[in-house]
C-alpha cells in the first residue's frame, strides 16, 4: 500500500494529531462516518457540574446521529469524559492556545456554563447556532436562544431557584438544548484494564471487611467528605460517628470513603470510634474512586462529586441537601434525598453565617432511620 495515503478528515472520528479511537489507518478502516454537523459543547467545571451534564450528549447524539462532537472542559474535569463513545475530541481549555478555538467553525455550539471565560468563547467561537449562555460585547451574561431563558433566571431570582423551580439540572439543559429529555442517564465508562484494577483494589477492602465477620457484598459506603465550594455538604464528625456505631450496631458492613482532604477526619473517627474502621485509599484517582463504588450496595453522601459519581454509576444513593437546591438533583429513581427544614436553606453559601443551624436537624437518628427504611424497603 502507498505510505501516502490521504486521511478522511470529514470522519466524525478523525482527530488530527493521533489516530483515531479504532487505531487503524483510513484505507483499512470500516468505520468511516461522514460528520454531517460539527458540534461544541462548552462545560468546564465544576468536576460534579461536568458530570451531571454527560446526559445530553446521548440527546445530542439522537438528534444529529452523524454529528462529530467535541467537549470543552478544565483538564482537572477531563478524567470525567475519557472513553466517553460520545465525544469524538475533547479539549481542555488550559491546555489549549485560544487562537486554535477562535479560528475552528462549528455548526452547533451548546453553552451550559455560565463562567466568564465560557461565556467569552461562546461568544467569540464560530457557530452558525448556538445554544444555551453566551456574552453580550459588554462581557455580560445573556442568552443565545430564547429555550435558555428559564435557566438564566434561577441564577437571578433566589427565590425562583430556591423555592419555585422543580425541574432537575438534566432535564434543564435539555430544555437549553431544544431536545426532548427521556430520563437520560450520566455517562461514566470504564476500560477493562479500570475494572480488573478496581477488583483487585476492592479485594482489601473486603478482606478487611470480612475480618470483623460481616459481609463484603451488602457494603455500605460512607462519604466523609465534600468539597469547599458551599458550605455543610459534609456531616460533622460527632454525628458521623454516631452514625458509623448505629450501623456497626445494627451489623451492616462499611466502607468509608474519601480523599486526600478528609485524613484529618479519618484519624478523628478512628480516636472516637472503639473498634476498627475500614476505608477506602484516600489517594485514589477519582476514575479510581469511581470504580471502587461499584461495590457498594448504597453510599450515603452530601452533594459532593461522590454523590455525583454514584449517580454515573448507578448506584442507590442517599443524599443530604442543607446549602445547595434537592430538586436540581436527579437520583433515577435510586435512593432518597434527606433535606434540612433550617428556614435559610438553601443558601449557596461558602461560609454559614448563622452557626450551622442547617446541619441540626441532620442528626444520626434521623440518617439512620432513612438508611434502615430504605435497605429493609
Known amino acids: 500500500m502507498n505510505t501516502l495515503w490521504i486521511p478522511k478528515v470529514d470522519c466524525k472520528y478523525y482527530r488530527g ?12 478502516c470500516n468505520k468511516y462516518i461522514p460528520w454531517q454537523q460539527r458540534i461544541l459543547i462548552i462545560k468546564l467545571g465544576a468536576m460534579g457540574d461536568v458530570l451531571r451534564t454527560t446526559p445530553i450528549l446521548k440527546g445530542i447524539n439522537s438528534r444529529y446521529p452523524e454529528a462529530q462532537i467535541t467537549w470543552l472542559t478544565h483538564s482537572i474535569s477531563k478524567p470525567l469524559l ?3 463513545a460520545f465525544i469524538n475530541r475533547l479539549w481542555c481549555i488550559d491546555e489549549l492556545f485560544k487562537p ?12 451550559f456554563d455560565k463562567s466568564s471565560e465560557a461565556i467569552s468563547l461562546s461568544r467569540y467561537i464560530s457557530a452558525e447556532r448556538k445554544f444555551g449562555f453566551t ?31 422543580k425541574s432537575t439540572y438534566p432535564e434543564m439543559i435539555f430544555e437549553i438544548s431544544e431536545i426532548p429529555y427521556n430520563n437520560e442517564e450520566y455517562i461514566l465508562d470504564f476500560t477493562e484494564d479500570e475494572l480488573l484494577n478496581s477488583s483487585e483494589r476492592w479485594k482489601d477492602i473486603s478482606e478487611r471487611i470480612e475480618l470483623k ?25 460527632d454525628t458521623l460517628a454516631e452514625l458509623i ?28 470510634i472503639d ?53 436540581e438533583i ?11 427544614k433550617a428556614k435559610c436553606a438553601p443558601c449557596y453559601l461558602r461560609n454559614c453565617p448563622s452557626n450551622n443551624i442547617c446541619l441540626e436537624d441532620l442528626t444520626s437518628e434521623l440518617i439512620f432511620e432513612k438508611i434502615t427504611e430504605y435497605l429493609e424497603k
Open 17 to 28: 494529531e493521533k489516530p483515531c479511537i479504532f487505531g487503524k489507518i483510513c484505507p483499512d
Open 82 to 84: 475519557e472513553n466517553n
Open 100 to 111: 486554535e478555538l477562535l479560528s475552528t467553525r462549528f455548526d452547533l455550539l451548546f453553552c
Open 135 to 165: 456574552s453580550t460585547e459588554c462581557g455580560d451574561l445573556t442568552i443565545s436562544n430564547e429555550a435558555s431563558r428559564r435557566s438564566w433566571l434561577l441564577g437571578l431570582d433566589d427565590n425562583y431557584k430556591f423555592h419555585e423551580n
Open 213 to 237: 465477620g460481616m459481609k463484603s457484598n451488602d457494603v455500605l459506603g460512607i462519604n466523609i467528605g465534600a468539597g469547599g465550594a458551599f458550605a455543610n455538604k459534609s456531616l460533622p464528625t
Open 245 to 272: 456505631k448505629k450501623l456497626h450496631g445494627k451489623g451492616y458492613p462499611l466502607v468509608l470513603l474519601g480523599g486526600p482532604q478528609e485524613i484529618t477526619v479519618q484519624s478523628r473517627l478512628q480516636e472516637i
Open 275 to 327: 473498634f476498627p474502621l475500614v476505608f477506602n485509599n484516600f489517594h485514589n484517582s477519582v476514575r479510581q474512586f469511581a470504580a471502587l463504588l461499584r461495590f457498594c450496595k448504597l453510599i450515603l453522601t452530601g452533594d459532593t462529586l461522590a454523590m455525583h459519581l454514584a449517580i454515573a454509576i448507578q448506584k442507590p444513593v442517599i443524599a443530604f441537601f442543607t446549602s445547595t437546591c434537592s430538586q
Open 330 to 340: 436527579e437520583l433515577y429513581g435510586r435512593g432518597l434525598k434527606i433535606k434540612t
